[in-house]
């Protein structure tokens, strides 16, 4: 793996949505290879903990308030990469019953979280001279599944506007990668059922998932690429699953 230069004049990383899982393990990752790693997330207390683990810097950041995303912007005058991870899922439902507290919640920090991080860091990405932009959709950006539609729709639409940004983006120094994971066994199952462990942890038994590390890995490749190579999209799935609706429980 390529080690950044560690002189005053480091690369900086930006990654949100880091107090927890793939966000967590991918700012491990990046510090490790150099970067001066900057992450935000709401949970400060867990934020600040992994921040001094790897020497990075934590500031506060709910990507679904623009008030908070300028702020956490204000404090960065240079941006080489921005990992657009902050995200989840809020229930299971269908169409019929959904419920559309969680459909916002689902779009106002996937979707427009990214966007707004996005067009935030931009022209710093572009300033960089080797800007990259990885954005974690999800395998189910780019398939539905029974009583998944909140979340799948939103993950689509992310996927979207990411895939958009690349046309936009042609001729300028930044490239763009999209990462769909499958199952990955971090908090996304906990926060998908409110607080239920043993529902979270029903998801996981009989099968053997990815971890945050497995994906955070891969991220760490994409970035220590040269500048001409672009990974445009990286679906992962564990061995075990075949699709977002298969997998050896459910074949
Ligand atoms: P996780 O452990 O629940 O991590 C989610 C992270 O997002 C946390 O750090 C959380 O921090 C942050 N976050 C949530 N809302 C936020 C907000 N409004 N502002 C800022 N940060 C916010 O789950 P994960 O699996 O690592 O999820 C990371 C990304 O991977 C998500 O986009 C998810 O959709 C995607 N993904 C996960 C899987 C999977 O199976 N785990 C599969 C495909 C894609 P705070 O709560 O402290 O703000």
């Known amino acids: 793996m390529n080690t950044v230069q560690t002189s005053s004049n480091r690369k900086v990383a930006v990654v949100t949505g880091a107090s927890s899982g793939i966000g967590e393990a991918t700012a491990r990752t990046l510090a490790a290879q150099g970067y001066d790693v900057v992450i935000g997330a709401r949970r400060l207390d867990r934020l600040t903990a992994v921040?001094?683990?790897?020497?990075?810097?934590?500031?506060?950041?709910?990507?679904?308030?623009?008030?908070?995303?300028?702020?956490?912007?204000?404090?960065?005058?240079?941006?080489?990469?921005?990992?657009?991870?902050?995200g989840g899922a809020r229930g299971l439902a269908t169409v019929a019953q959904a419920d559309l507290e969680d459909w916002r919640w689902m779009w106002e920090t996937n979707v427009m979280g990214t966007v707004r991080m996005t067009r935030a860091l931009l022209p710093a990405l572009e300033?960089?001279?080797?800007?990259?932009?990885?954005?974690?959709?999800?395998?189910?950006?780019?398939?539905?599944?029974?009583?998944?539609?909140?979340?799948?729709?939103?993950?689509h639409a992310q996927g979207v506007m990411h895939r958009t940004l690349r046309f936009e983006l042609l001729g300028k120094p930044i490239r763009l990668t999209e990462i769909q994971p499958g199952m990955v066994e971090t908090e996304f199952s906990l926060v998908r059922f409110d607080g239920d462990a043993q529902r979270a942890a029903s998801v996981y038994e009989g099968l053997t998932p990815l971890t945050a590390d497995d994906i955070a890995e891969v991220i760490g490749f994409v970035a220590s690429r040269p500048p001409h190579v672009n990974l445009d999209t990286i679906l992962i799935k564990p061995r075990d699953q075949a699709s977002a609706r298969r997998n050896i429980k459910n074949p």
């Open 127 to 155: 300033a960089s001279g080797d800007g990259l932009i990885v954005t974690i959709t999800s395998i189910a950006a780019i398939e539905p599944y029974d009583n998944g539609s909140g979340y799948t729709a939103a993950k």
């Open 51 to 86: 921040a001094d683990e790897i020497g990075g810097r934590a500031i506060p950041l709910d990507v679904t308030d623009d008030e908070s995303v300028a702020a956490f912007c204000a404090h960065l005058d240079r941006v080489d990469i921005l990992v657009n991870n902050a």
